[in-house]
């Protein structure tokens, strides 16, 4: 009996912990980075509007549908984004910024001159899709192509300038 009651005590503890760690890491991510593609420099987004938006739970650099799609034959531009935030009890990684952990990776092309071009989401062989399992796992969106959403594109298209 006194067993039990210390089992039900561990397992009620562990869970509130559980639930701990998912609640600090629902956040705004405080800096996303855009890199590659031939700029000169990273871009750095830290307008919290725009970090809000574009956060990875809500997925909102993809289009509505979320819909996998076949690699695209022109993929124009390229560039990796990776978004931050302040997460002390997440694993370091080697792409940290201090006390600034990298949360999500994906990668963002242009592609033709029309429509918003498109997004690949790391899949398991990728270095990166580690760090993106902790943080969100798409399951049958992962290590597939995506449309970019409008608005993320445009985004993109104005820090471009």
């Known amino acids: 009996m ?10 009620f503890t562990l869970g509130i912990l559980f639930c701990s760690l998912l609640v600090e ?3 705004t ?7 590659g593609g031939g700029l ?3 871009l750095e987004i830290t307008d919290r509007v725009t970090l809000k938006k574009f956060n990875p739970w ?3 650099f993809v289009d509505s549908k979320f819909v996998a799609i076949a690699k695209p034959a022109t993929l124009g531009r390229c560039f990796d984004v990776d978004s931050f935030m302040k997460w002390p009890s997440r694993p370091a990684w080697k792409y940290d910024r201090d006390d600034l952990k990298l949360i999500y990776h994906f990668t963002y092309c242009t ?3 029309e429509g918003n071009g498109y997004i690949f989401l790391p899949g ?11 943080t969100i796992l798409r399951d ?22």
């Not at 991510?29 to 890199?35: R, T």
């Open 25 to 27: 890491a629902k956040g």
């Open 2 to 11: 006194r067993l039990q009651l210390i089992l039900i005590i561990a397992a």
């Open 58 to 60: 809500g997925g909102e």
């Open 140 to 161: 049958g969106d992962d290590g597939m192509w995506h449309r970019a959403s409008a608005e993320w594109a445009e985004t993109v298209k104005r820090l471009l300038k």
């Open 111 to 113: 592609g033709a001159a």
């Open 124 to 134: 398991l062989e990728d270095e990166y899709w580690k760090v993106n399992v902790f």
């Open 29 to 35: 991510p405080e800096l996303m980075v855009i890199k």
């Open 40 to 42: 000169s420099k990273p």
